[in-house]
């Protein structure tokens, strides 16, 4: 029994689109496989595009696909001989008529490639498809899924966000994808989610059994985001590096409070990325008449990362909801004070190490910025709660041996069924 709990893992991990750049997804499939190669498991990696960048020993798989996200060619037409392929169509067609189908065509594409490979593996592990595919493979070999949070949540929020009946039901089509996810979820039979927050509202908007669940937090990698004491924070100098165009994220509240700070004192903010061309952030800016107090970075390197983190005085985490908030766990890794919504699970990652404002609040953003800009002593006292609470509670070795404990049930349970 103890060589069983003990022996390595083959575990087989499959992400339909995880970018190793932004996005929560993204973040947890390369460092996750990293520390489980690290604790001596062996893991391969399916992946659709782009290239998540793995820097560990683990295998990666690129299925090919469409690539009708890629960002120097979006939504381009695909060949007569591409559409040849019934899952290319399929995609084509779903994205002509506004719809977001890499989830389920994504798992079509893994279970073909999976079907004769299941000895390869112990375990297969699904960051959050919930496909048609990923359900079929599941009667056939162990299987846990993450779910990050209730995707609905992001729907709900959208839905909202827009007053046009048409704007309306675009986002409902795009988010339709959800009916098939509602179906998958009654029929997996273990997963995990990154917070008590997560797993309660999965049961609210999925009903699935709590007993189903392995609540692992995400780690942060603290090998990027560390303290730089060495550069000076430049007063009165935010950072923000949330999604800008998505509503979940709330940047939009966040530029408001800029804007009613900027009538009475100085006041910058970064924002990690770039916001959508004509999109609704840039207009928003451009109606406040505040463009020259933002500045997007777009992509960075991660010594830019570290340096802008370094640079400013407070990050805010501006978000609407969250199913963990990775950009909480990054700032206070790296030694900054934090102001964040109550959005979530938010409150549940930055615990009494942040300054904690209502979400969609612009006005309470804005005073706890005054508020923490005017009181440098509890400022700093926040900056170092934050970097020791990460330091104990979130690290991604910690996850990953959580996670492996998961796999291990799966994997007890599919023998005794």
Partial sequence: MTNETNRPLRICMISYRSNPHCGGQGVYVRNLARALTELGHHVEVIAGPPDPLLDSDATLTMLDCLDLYN???????PTRSELKNPINLLEWLSISTMGYPEPETFGYRAYGHLKSRLHDFDVIHDNQSLSYGVWALSRRIPTVATIHHPITRDRQIAVRSVRSFWKKLKHLRWYSFIHMQKRVVKRLPKFITVSEFSKADIWREFKVPGDRFHVVPNGINTELFYPLPHIPREPNHLIATNSADTPLKGLYYLLQAIHTISQTREIQLTVIGAPKTGGG???LIKKLDIGHLIHFTGRVSNEAFRTHYAKASIAVI???YEGFGLPVGEAMASGI????????ALPEVAGDAALL???KDAGALATAICTLLDDPHRAKKLG???????QEMFTWEKAAELTVAAYREAICDHRKV
């Fill in 318 to 320: 501006p978000s609407v």
């Fill in 71 to 77: 960002a120097e060619n979006p939504f381009r037409t």
């Fill in 384 to 390: 170092e709660a934050g970097y020791k609470r990460v």
């Fill in 281 to 283: 952030i840039e207009k």
């Fill in 357 to 359: 404002v209502p979400p």
């Fill in 337 to 344: 004070p934090v102001i964040s919504t109550t959005g979530g």
